[in-house]
T-cell receptor
Framework: AQSVAQPEDQVNVAEGNPLTVKCTYS??????LFWYVQYPNRGLQFLLK??????LVKGSYGFEAEFNKSQTSFHLKKPSALVSDSALYFC???????????????FGKGTKLSVIP | KAGVTQTPRYLIKTRGQQVTLSCSPI?????VSWYQQTPGQGLQFLFE???????NKGNFPGRFSGRQFSNSRSEMNVSTLELGDSALYLC????????????FGPGTRLTVL
């Protein structure tokens, strides 16, 4: 069965510093990986995804993620954090396959990012 | 394009009642999925509909049901509400199937008293 782990419940970073939000996954076959962000009282906003190709994926709002197959990781990064980046971040993997042409997303528990002014 | 819309945004019900939540996907999107988000369990998959057919279902009791209409709009229904059903219910749409990116609505916050 597929799974996603976000080992840090909370990450604190000073404004202007680089940030990393960690994610590791377990899935059979080639992984389809996603990052979403959730602001208070809002739904999830898509940031980026990895399907195939370059291991460094660039997404919205200056975020990027590095896919590492050997370490089964997909860490989210940003070179310079903004206070407005403070939110809840979710890593997700596609799967399992339902057998009817349908997949679901399996999410990690989320990491709360706080950017300190 | 307009995003995914969900109505109502907030709902308060009492135990034993039933509730219906509505989701309008992004125009052209045919797949609609529902998720339940709670602080304890995180985001859990409820079910997915494509062309009016339920193609996938998560591990939720039969009290949770849904349907999709010919215009791709979807509803989910929870009968005999329990306190533990209090959650944020999120709807997501995608263009073809779940292989593509899912775009989420703002959610419906359900409180069961």
């Amino acid at each position: 069965a597929q799974s996603v782990a976000q080992p840090e419940d909370q990450v604190n970073v000073a404004e202007g510093n680089p940030l990393t939000v960690k994610c590791t996954y377990s899935v059979s076959g080639n992984p389809y990986l996603f990052w979403y962000v959730q602001y208070p009282n809002r739904g999830l906003q898509f940031l980026l995804k990895y399907i195939t190709g370059d291991n460094l994926v660039k997404g919205s709002y200056g975020f990027e993620a590095e896919f590492n197959k050997s370490q089964t990781s997909f860490h989210l990064k940003k070179p310079s954090a903004l206070v407005s980046d403070s939110a809840l971040y979710f890593c997700a993997v596609r799967g399992p396959y339902s057998g009817a042409g349908s997949y679901q997303l399996t999410f990690g528990k989320g990491t709360k990012l706080s950017v300190i002014p | 394009k307009a995003g995914v819309t969900q109505t109502p945004r907030y709902l308060i019900k009492t135990r034993g009642q039933q509730v219906t939540l509505s989701c309008s996907p992004i125009s052209g999107h045919r797949s609609v999925s529902w998720y339940q988000q709670t602080p304890g369990q995180g985001l859990q998959f409820l079910f997915e509909y494509f062309s009016e057919t339920q193609r996938n279902k998560g591990n939720f009791p039969g009290r949770f049901s849904g349907r999709q209409f010919s215009n791709s709009r979807s509803e989910m229904n929870v009968s005999t509400l329990e306190l533990g059903d209090s959650a944020l219910y999120l709807c997501a749409s995608s263009p073809l199937d779940l292989a593509d990116t899912q775009y989420f609505g703002p959610g419906t916050r359900l409180t069961v008293l």
